[in-house]
């Protein structure tokens, strides 16, 4: 019990940091004085930001083929059960 309490510690410290890090990114250019340095900054932040937003479109026809693999999947489980459970 008397490590339980350093782990949650070290625990909650690391979750709460790491928000903190990401906030700390996008206020650094507010601070730059230079206006065509700090608004070259916010366009830079946008195409990251940007870059994270985009969608995969593999992605979404591989989980449309995947969902259709684990409905065939499926139906053979419900075929072989009510082969097995008859009048159940």
Do not use: H
């Not at 906030?23 to 206006?35: L, P």
């Not at 932040?45 to 995947?66: C, F, H, N, Y």
């Amino acid at each position: 019990m008397a490590l339980n309490f350093p782990i949650c510690l070290m625990l909650a410290l690391l979750i709460g940091a790491a928000p903190a890090s990401a906030v700390t990114a996008v206020e650094q250019c507010r601070f730059i004085q230079a206006r065509p340095e700090r608004e070259a900054c916010y366009e830079r932040q946008a195409a990251q930001l940007a870059a994270k937003r985009k969608p995969e479109p593999a992605a979404s026809t591989t989980t449309l083929d995947s969902l259709q693999q684990m409905r065939r999947d499926d139906d053979e489980v419900y075929k072989s059960l009510r082969s097995i459970c008859r009048g159940c």
